[in-house]
């Protein structure tokens, strides 16, 4: 693998996630963030200068990676990193690792960032993987919690290929203590078998999580915010989706109780025509 690659970070997505973070925790409050599917910790070193207070754990399985990301992370002290894949179990997985040489694409380093513990399908029309099949160690969020002594997460940043679904159910009960997540999601079947964006959002959903707003989107797969209802009021939420683009908003939390009220008024106005003493 070439050491030169340089990637850029996500930097129109870290920017939207950046300000409904600063607005709801407050910058210097921001203690823990979690990136998962770290790649060459081009994403881990942004949020290391934008919260240098904070402890940032990252997250990396794939080999073809591990060199370039120790030598940009070594000069962040606040970056622990963690050799692991994230899953709902702790063993050993297959993890399917991309053949640079094999597969078609743009990248120059043949797209490791698409490697996945999910095997590709092959209906993404925009790239052909070849994947190689490797073993990798997958361990869950709530193990890792445990170990570290960590109380709560006030940022996710997931980019995991397909496994966002898995990782997300093996932080069992500790999920109540994740404040913000930010994840890939996908619309099409990329990888065989994979959940995609609305049984993802269904399981948030159930577990007190709001829809906040898409920082991308294409026909094929996007990044969305949700935040966690038990650590932030309907007010805050309503504040932060003010921030957002309105093509990316979710508008149907915030519809679905004007549309209440409105029907409560009518009901009002209705009962006064036909009774007016009753009130």
């Known amino acids: 693998m070439n050491h030169k690659i340089n990637i850029s970070p996500s930097v129109g997505q870290l920017d939207t996630l950046t300000r409904v973070v600063d607005l709801l925790i407050g910058n210097a409050n921001v203690r823990t963030i979690f990136e998962f599917g770290s790649r060459y910790g081009e994403d881990s070193i942004e949020f290391a200068a934008r919260y240098p207070q904070s402890a940032i754990y990252c997250f990396e399985c794939n080999p073809k990676s591990l060199t370039i990301l120790?030598?940009?992370i070594e000069l962040y002290s606040n970056i622990i990193f963690k050799e692991c894949a994230i899953s709902d179990r702790c063993e050993i997985i297959e993890f399917f690792q991309i053949n640079e040489a094999k597969t078609k694409t743009a990248w120059a380093d043949g797209n490791q960032g698409a490697s996945s513990i999910f095997k590709a399908s092959g209906k993404?029309?925009?790239e052909?993987?070849?994947q190689d099949v490797i073993k990798v160690q997958a361990i869950t969020l709530n193990s890792i919690l445990i170990q570290e002594n960590i109380p709560e997460i006030d940022v996710m940043w997931m980019d995991i290929q397909g496994a966002e679904l898995k990782a997300l159910k093996?932080?069992?009960?500790k999920l109540a203590n994740l404040k913000i997540v930010h994840l890939e999601v996908e619309f099409i079947e990329?990888?065989?078998g994979q959940p995609l964006f609305s049984k993802i959002d269904n399981f948030l959903k159930q577990n007190n999580f709001v829809f906040l707003c898409f920082t991308s989107k294409t026909h094929f797969s996007g990044d969305v915010i949700y935040l966690n209802s038990r650590h932030f009021t309907e007010s805050q939420i309503h504040t932060a989706s003010v921030l957002m683009p309105v093509e990316n908003k979710n508008l149907g939390f915030f519809w679905s109780k004007l549309i209440f009220r409105v029907?409560?008024?009518c009901f009002k106005c209705k009962n006064f025509?036909?009774?007016?003493f009753a009130f």
């Open 70 to 72: 120790r030598e940009k």
């Open 124 to 126: 993404y029309p925009l």
């Open 128 to 130: 052909v993987y070849h």
């Open 170 to 173: 093996g932080m069992g009960s």
């Open 190 to 192: 990329i990888y065989k």
């Open 263 to 265: 029907k409560y008024f």
């Open 273 to 276: 025509v036909t009774n007016p």
